[in-house]
């Protein structure tokens, strides 16, 4: 009786531009998932491949013949959607409780830069001007959250602790603890208008795409700030700085741009009322990150669906 064939070990590829980057995920994914061969693409066959974890730019998995799926490595998919040659395969978002905790991070940071009034001492301190501004407490600063999905949705709960009065605006509507839940866009309006600080932590898809625009600015109460720490292609920038200099809005923290790296000649780097950071606001821990990425492909072995599986259709 000829011997049974042993099961091929299935391969997983890391696709990460940054080389450094890419190098700190082969140890902890190696780890992770014992039982596959774990390498850079580069080291790979490509017809050897079978799935890939990937960050940035991912076209190089078109030349892939056997891949049958593709993990994201970060938690915004726009980008993988977006290539004509990948539209046949399976998409994972990162769901990894480190990224989620540093944007809860992140956004509490920012948060409470606005409400308690940190860009304008920041500009005190550089013309040596000694000037207390009155702040209100939390509970009587309201803070919007568009997009109440894993990020939104972790966020809101330091900021109710402290007593924020937070909404949140999705999709469908959803129910969480000491937040007022607007839903569409029928509810888009009432939200933005008890928003004296906005965080958009919305998807990137054709809907939301340029959806930081004149007229949502207009309908934030004046003097409201916007937090984007989403993706870049939210915003229309002229539409900001036009809110910014007319007084409406009063600053902006941006993380995320339509060109990343931001340019040095972009404006916003200069202006008086914009935070920049350079696409920092949460970045997959290797570790949990790993670990997410180890369940998702083997749910994908077993022919499972995995959590964080992408609806193509909704764009997220
Ligand atoms: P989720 O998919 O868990 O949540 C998305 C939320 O947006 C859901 O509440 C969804 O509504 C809502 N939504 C989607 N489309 C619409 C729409 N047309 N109108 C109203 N609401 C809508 O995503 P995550 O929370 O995991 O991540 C959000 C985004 O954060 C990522 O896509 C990424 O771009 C960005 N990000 C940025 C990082 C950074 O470092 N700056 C790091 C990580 C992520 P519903 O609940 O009804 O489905
Ligand atoms: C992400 C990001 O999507 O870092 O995870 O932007």
């Known amino acids: 009786m000829p011997a049974p064939r042993a099961r091929r070990q299935p391969v997983l590829a890391i696709v990460v531009e940054d080389r ?4 700190a995920w082969t140890v902890p994914l190696r780890a992770a998932l014992p039982e596959a061969r774990v390498d850079l693409i580069e080291n790979l066959d490509p017809a050897s491949i079978d799935y890939a974890a990937g960050w940035g730019s991912v076209s190089g998995l078109a030349r892939c013949a056997k891949l049958k799926a593709i993990v994201s490595i970060g938690a915004g ?4 959607l977006a ?3 990948l539209r ?3 998409v994972v978002r990162m769901i990894d409780p480190g990224l989620t905790r540093g944007m809860t991070e992140f956004v509490l940071l920012q948060v409470l830069h606005h409400h308690r009034r940190m860009p304008e001492y920041d500009a005190q301190q550089r ?3 000694w000037r207390q501004r009155y702040a209100p407490l939390a509970h009587a600063r309201r803070v919007g959250i568009m997009g109440m999905g894993v990020l939104g949705r972790a966020a809101a709960k330091p900021l109710v602790e402290i007593g924020f009065r937070v909404a949140g605006w ?3 509507r959803r129910r969480v603890d000491g937040v007022e839940g607007f839903a569409g866009t029928a509810q888009l309006d009432a939200f933005l208008a008890r928003s004296d600080i906005l965080v958009c932590l919305l998807p990137l898809t054709p809907e939301t795409r340029g959806i930081l625009n004149a007229r949502l600015f207009a309908r934030l109460p004046k003097g409201a700030a916007v937090i984007n720490v989403a993706r870049g292609g939210h915003l ?3 539409d900001l700085a036009a809110a910014l200099d007319s007084g409406h809005l009063s600053g902006a923290s941006l993380d995320v741009f339509a060109r990343e790296p931001l340019p040095p000649d972009h404006p916003f780097w200069r202006h008086p009322h914009i935070i920049i950071t350079p696409h920092v606001a949460a970045l997959s821990q290797y570790d949990s990150g790993s670990a997410f990425i180890a369940r998702a492909v083997r749910a994908l072995i077993a022919g499972k669906t995995p959590r964080g599986l992408v609806d193509r259709q909704r764009g997220y």
């Open 127 to 129: 013309r040596a001007e």
């Open 88 to 90: 046949h395969l399976p």
């Open 20 to 23: 450094e980057e890419a190098a």
């Open 83 to 85: 290539e004509p040659a």
């Open 77 to 80: 998919i726009d980008h993988i």
């Open 170 to 172: 999705s999709r469908t």
């Open 236 to 238: 229309i920038e002229a």
